[in-house]
Antibody, heavy 121, light 109 residues
Framework: QVQLQESGPGLVKPSGTLSLTCAVS?????????WSWVRQPPGKGLEWIGE???????NYNPSLKSRVTISVDKSKNQFSLKLSSVTAADTAVYYC??????????????WGQGTLVTVSS | EIVMTQSPATLSVSPGERATLSCRAS??????LAWYQQKPGQAPRLLIY???TRATGIPARFSGSGSGTEFTLTISSLQSEDFAVYYC???????????FGGGTKVEIK
């Protein structure tokens, strides 16, 4: 079954850029799925950040759109997140996830284990 | 943005009892709603999509209902492994702005 694995720095300085990569295994990133980033501040709920299709099409959460870039590397079967101008409010566990397709795109059926990113000097 | 509101925030239930969780959307999302279970230190797990369709491998004691703005997740007989936080999520609009509810924690009574 599909596996997703996040990687990237666990500590980012304020005003810096958070960069994470999600490697997809046991499945092709070029299948009929959208690939998302979701975050969860410690002790809080889930927030969708944005998504990308293998063609490079993207959709972003309007609340983060000015700071977010999601890209895909089909040759490496992975996709990436960049979040700029970070503050302490961006401290969270960041998950990558696959939006399933079943006669339309539905919920997120596969998730990475999540990676904690702390914004601190 | 469609706001999802879950109630109650915390639900205390004894093992073997039924649990009923509610999710309300600020505007109609049709049947474009999913439910997730999240245990401490773990990623969410998809339970239900399209408001009432169980995801692969999900036990029959989990059921979803509703449409429009009112949705319910029912766990018919709580098992020890079901104590967790549950989130609803809508995926109705295009281009998508996917939103989650704030969660309901199901705890042991």
């Amino acid at each position: 079954q599909v596996q997703l694995q996040e990687s990237g720095p666990g500590l980012v300085k304020p005003s810096g850029t958070l960069s994470l990569t999600c490697a997809v295994s046991s499945g092709s990133i070029s299948n009929t799925n959208w690939w998302s980033w979701v975050r969860q501040p410690p002790g809080k709920g889930l927030e969708w950040i944005g998504e990308i299709y293998h063609s490079g099409s993207t959709n972003y959460n309007p609340s983060l759109k000015s700071r977010v870039t999601i890209s895909v590397d089909k040759s490496k079967n992975q996709f990436s997140l960049k979040l700029s101008s970070v503050t302490a409010a961006d401290t969270a566990v960041y998950y990558c996830a696959r939006k399933m397709y079943s006669s339309g795109w539905k919920g997120f059926d596969y998730w990475g284990q999540g990676t904690l990113v702390t914004v601190s000097s | 943005e469609i706001v999802m509101t879950q109630s109650p925030a915390t639900l205390s239930v004894s093992p073997g009892e039924r649990a009923t969780l509610s999710c309300r959307a600020s505007q109609s999302v049709g049947s474009n709603l999913a439910w997730y279970q999240q245990k401490p230190g773990q990623a969410p797990r998809l339970l239900i999509y399209d408001a009432s369709t169980r995801a692969t491998g999900i036990p029959a004691r989990f059921s979803g209902s509703g449409s429009g703005t009112e949705f319910t997740l029912t766990i018919s007989s709580l098992q020890s492994e079901d104590f967790a936080v549950y989130y609803c999520q809508q995926y109705n609009n295009w281009p998508p702005v996917l939103t989650f509810g704030g969660g309901t924690k199901v705890e042991i009574k």
